[in-house]
């Protein structure tokens, strides 16, 4: 009867498991499919079922579970280098660095900036020093930011500028330009042949964790969206020439992506995590205005406006960000559409 049970236990927890791992690769970012995490390590201990729920507690905007920190002790060994990288780094984000095996062994290859401080300051290459400045410099830097938006919220404005295909022919390029600070994301075209409808500016770029830059603009700043990155993100090699050319490198707090996920229950888009970014810097909608949001329009439009081969991702939530955004817009955020 007892191995009846077990073999009972691990069918279950693979069921649980599997069905958790494909609502998450949905973008189905609920409570309901982290107890399925849970649950299936609840049945089998398995160090795999203990880092999917710990992955996707991340996920959630939420830090890691302390109570768990006896088991994860307990798999140390069986995680790999980049496992334990990762959650040494979440553990210090909840201030329990002291919780953190001592032969943790940092791996050279992968690299986490918050994870840089368990290594010592003097055998840091350059790239590992430009990494865990990241990580070092970011609540200065969010406070620099603050106080160049609130500087050009009353001046000339802040424009918040996304790429849906109703950029297309809009003629917004001055009304962008016209702003003091101008956010773009991703893969943008501005100047030239699309200036008209783009304007030329950027002063901020967002960008999310997989997308590759392939150009450097001159920019001030460069936004890497996520749940908290810096905690998180293994490959930073496409960023390297940003941190060398001195480019502060900022990342979406925990608060503000955790909030969004919670109304959501999917991954917020970039676009909604910079705008939500700039409010809880800003406390209010005064001098920011937005533009290239499919929301802002009835007109039925391309996804991007550089190619019509770019299609919507299908683990946000559409529905609910124009949900928001429409909030936000009575609340005061202007339009440049209107």
Not at 158 to 182: R, T
Request: aromatic share 14%.
């Amino acid at each position: 009867m007892f191995a009846f049970n077990m073999i009972l236990n691990n069918i279950m927890a693979v069921y649980y498991y599997i069905k958790a791992k494909y609502l998450r690769k949905k973008g189905c970012y609920s409570y309901l499919v982290l107890k399925l995490f849970f649950r299936a390590f609840e049945l089998e201990k398995n160090k795999n079922y203990l880092l999917g729920y710990l992955k996707y507690q991340r996920d959630l905007g939420l830090l890691i579970n302390i109570e768990l920190v006896e088991e994860i002790i307990f798999f140390w060994s069986q995680f790999n280098k980049k496992e334990q990288m990762f959650i040494s780094a979440l553990l210090l984000e909840n201030h329990a660095k002291h919780l953190v095996p001592s032969d943790f062994a940092y791996d050279a290859i992968n690299q986490i900036p918050a994870a840089l401080t368990f290594k010592n300051s003097l055998s840091l290459s350059q790239q590992q020093q430009y990494l865990l400045s990241i990580y070092n410099q970011q609540n200065l830097w969010r406070f620099q930011l603050a106080k160049a938006l609130q500087q050009h919220a009353r001046g000339k404005g802040i424009c918040i500028v996304g790429n849906a295909g109703n950029m297309s022919c809009s003629a917004l390029g001055h009304a962008i330009d016209a702003a003091g600070f101008i956010v773009r994301f991703n893969a943008f075209k501005s100047g030239g042949e699309f200036i008209i409808d783009l304007g030329k500016q950027c002063n901020l770029w967002c960008v999310t964790p997989s997308f590759k830059p392939s150009v450097l603009h001159t920019l001030d700043w460069l936004l890497v969206t996520g749940p908290e990155m810096q905690y998180q993100l293994v490959d930073w090699s496409a960023f390297y020439p940003f941190c060398k050319a001195q480019v502060p490198i900022l990342t979406i707090p925990l608060e503000v992506w955790r909030q969004l996920v919670s109304e959501l229950q999917a991954p917020p888009s970039a676009g909604l995590s910079v705008l939500a970014f700039f409010y809880w810097l800003l406390d209010s909608w005064i001098g920011v205005s937005v533009a290239g949001f499919g929301a802002l329009s009835e007109i039925e439009t391309n996804y991007h406006y550089m190619s019509a081969k770019n299609k919507a991702s299908q683990r946000h939530n559409w529905e609910g960000e124009k949900r928001i955004l429409r909030r936000w817009l009575r609340e005061g955020l202007t339009s440049l559409h209107n």
